[in-house]
């Protein structure tokens, strides 16, 4: 069963691929991670509003909003 999608995310098929964000895992930036961004979902499964699963809490892409 798919999770409900919270406001702002993007349907898993719209949703960009690692690749095209230059994602990293783990994250080379120490300042700069997935569970500080703006679209990071924290979930019993993490995920992303924009970026193909899966997440991790501490990976790293080229789309980091820090989280206001």
Request: glycine share 2%.
């Amino acid at each position: 069963m798919l999770p409900e999608l919270v406001k702002g995310e993007w349907p898993p098929r719209e949703k960009l691929s690692h690749q095209s964000v230059s994602y990293e895992h783990p994250a080379k930036r120490t300042d700069e991670h997935c569970s500080l961004c703006e679209h990071y979902i924290s979930s019993m499964e993490p995920r992303c509003q924009h970026v193909k699963s899966p997440i991790l809490a501490g990976d790293w892409c080229e789309r980091y909003e820090l989280k206001q």
